[in-house]
């Protein structure tokens, strides 16, 4: 399915008519979400480029993975990922309980409510942990702090993708397109305590 047809798919009420949420809608959700402590993460949705482009490294292990959208605003990218690789467990930690909801639902039309979840958190109480893949859609003043965090939390081996704006300091390894719709990709690695010197 393309990417496309997933966005008609999740804006549409009832599976036969597409309709998107109208702009006073799309006022009301922004107005309503909660600012983060830190930062304020407006609610951007995803392009349909961005999906692709995401999901290009979303490359789960044969007896499945776990993904993470930090920010998951309206679920297209958990869904998205969920829809195209069966074995991955997706999830999405919010901070708008309007759009949690929302997510909720678009998971359920689109036959994916149980390999999704979607939480409403303060995404900076929320583990990184558990998972395999790691999307951030984040602001510029952000990435310093989640770049720390992702060091601190995320397993080795782990796949981070960033979009719209990069790490500061950490290691590019792959990046495709440009503007709004770039995504970096970074594989960090934890730094090791330094062992005393006897």
């Known amino acids: 399915m393309s990417t496309i047809e997933l966005e008609k798919q999740i804006s549409s009420t009832d599976g036969h008519r597409p309709q998107t949420i109208s702009l006073s809608g799309k006022i009301l959700i922004g107005v309503t979400a909660p600012a983060l402590r830190r930062h304020c993460l407006p609610y951007v949705p995803a392009t349909t480029n961005q999906i692709r482009n995401v999901l290009s490294f979303v490359k789960p292990a044969c007896s499945g993975?776990?993904?993470?959208?930090?920010g998951s605003g309206d679920g297209r990218i958990v869904i998205a990922a969920a829809r195209a690789q069966p074995s991955i467990k997706a999830d999405?930690?919010?901070?708008?309980?309007?759009?949690?909801?929302?997510?909720?639902?678009?998971?359920?039309?689109?036959?994916?409510?149980?390999?999704?979840?979607?939480?409403?958190?303060?995404?900076?109480?929320?583990?990184?942990?558990?998972?395999?893949?790691?999307?951030?859609?984040?602001?510029?003043?952000?990435?310093?702090?989640?770049?720390?965090?992702?060091?601190?939390?995320?397993?080795?081996?782990?796949?981070?993708?960033?979009?719209?704006?990069?790490?500061?300091?950490?290691?590019?390894?792959?990046?495709?397109?440009?503007?709004?719709?770039?995504?970096?990709?970074?594989?960090?690695?934890?730094?090791?305590?330094?062992?005393?010197?006897?």
Not at 65 to 70: C, E, K, T, V
Not at 152 to 175: M, N, Q, S, W, Y
Request: glycine share 4%; aromatic share 12%.
């Open 65 to 70: 993975s776990r993904l993470l959208d930090i």
């Open 92 to 198: 999405g930690v919010e901070l708008n309980p309007w759009l949690v909801y929302f997510s909720r639902l678009a998971a359920l039309r689109n036959g994916v409510f149980n390999r999704t979840s979607f939480v409403r958190k303060d995404l900076w109480k929320f583990s990184l942990a558990p998972y395999d893949h790691i999307v951030i859609f984040g602001v510029e003043q952000m990435m310093e702090d989640l770049e720390k965090k992702v060091l601190r939390e995320a397993a080795p081996g782990t796949t981070v993708i960033a979009c719209r704006f990069p790490f500061p300091t950490l290691k590019t390894e792959k990046r495709i397109e440009e503007g709004v719709d770039s995504v970096w990709v970074y594989r960090p690695v934890a730094a090791q305590p330094v062992e005393p010197s006897t």
